[in-house]
């Protein structure tokens, strides 16, 4: 089973409002990062959290990592037409090889 | 800015041909990755490779090999090709953590959308 699962699937709101989309893993965790891919394009990093940081902003993202529920959220304020996208969350395990560990995505809608 | 770059992002292939998916990377990323999408399925680990010459299976190698000659460029070959390798192909890079040991922020190519006939 994935090691990060997102929460919804996916979301429509209104240009304006606020997104908030989840992460939620199973074993201890080294760093935790979420991904945009605009579709039929590869993935762009948008922020990486550290295990010992509880929140992290950039711009109009907020990620906050709660490692005692094992658990992440990405917050898009004030959400734009072009924030319409797949977000994607990947772990990088403790003790573990290079690789990351993608979710499969919450597919984010941002009506005009 | 870090720049990855795959040779097509189109292609259409047939069955039993071989195929060569091309990466290119120029931040002298030490780790280099191959992915594939596939709807409902997210994004599956191929192969990675940490080093010229070294590569380590991911999660669905069967059916690929890799090759790694120089430390920028990291090739997916599908010896083969079947209908069921049809798929969006992502190639991604990165450095390893302080430590030696981990993979940082990965980024990404464009993608090669692969159908096999």
């Known amino acids: 089973s994935q090691q990060g699962e997102e929460d919804p699937q996916a979301l429509s709101i209104q240009e304006g409002e606020n997104a908030t989309m989840n992460c939620s893993y199973k074993?201890?965790?080294?760093?935790l990062q979420w991904y945009r891919q605009n579709s039929g394009r590869g993935l762009v990093h948008l922020i990486l959290?550290?295990?010992?940081?509880r929140e992290k902003h950039s711009g109009r993202l907020r990620v906050t990592l709660d490692t005692s529920k094992k658990s992440s959220s990405l917050l898009i304020t004030a959400s734009r037409a072009a924030d319409t996208a797949s977000y994607f969350c990947?772990?990088?395990?403790?003790?573990?090889?290079?690789?990351?560990?993608f979710g499969k995505g919450t597919k984010l809608t941002v009506n005009p | 800015d870090v720049k990855v770059t795959q040779s097509s992002r189109y292609l259409v292939k047939r069955t039993g041909e071989k195929v060569f998916l091309e990466c290119v990377q120029d931040?002298?990323?030490?780790?280099m990755f191959w992915y594939r999408q596939d709807p409902g399925l997210g994004l599956r680990l191929i192969y990675f490779?940490?080093?010229?010459?070294?590569?380590e299976k991911g999660d669905i190698p069967e059916g690929y090999s890799v090759s790694r000659e120089k430390k920028e460029r990291f090739s997916l070959i599908l010896e083969s090709a079947s209908t069921n390798q049809t798929s969006m192909y992502l190639c991604?890079?990165?450095?390893?953590?302080?430590?030696?040991?981990?993979?940082?922020?990965?980024?990404f190519g464009p993608g090669t959308r692969l159908t096999v006939l």
């Open positions: 991604a890079s990165s450095f390893v953590l302080a430590g030696g040991h981990g993979t940082d922020t990965q980024y």
């Open positions: 074993t201890s965790i080294n760093n």
């Open positions: 959290i550290r295990s010992n940081e």
């Open positions: 990947a772990t990088f395990l403790q003790g573990g090889s290079e690789k990351l560990v």
């Open positions: 931040m002298d990323h030490e780790n």
């Open positions: 490779s940490y080093d010229v010459k070294m590569k």
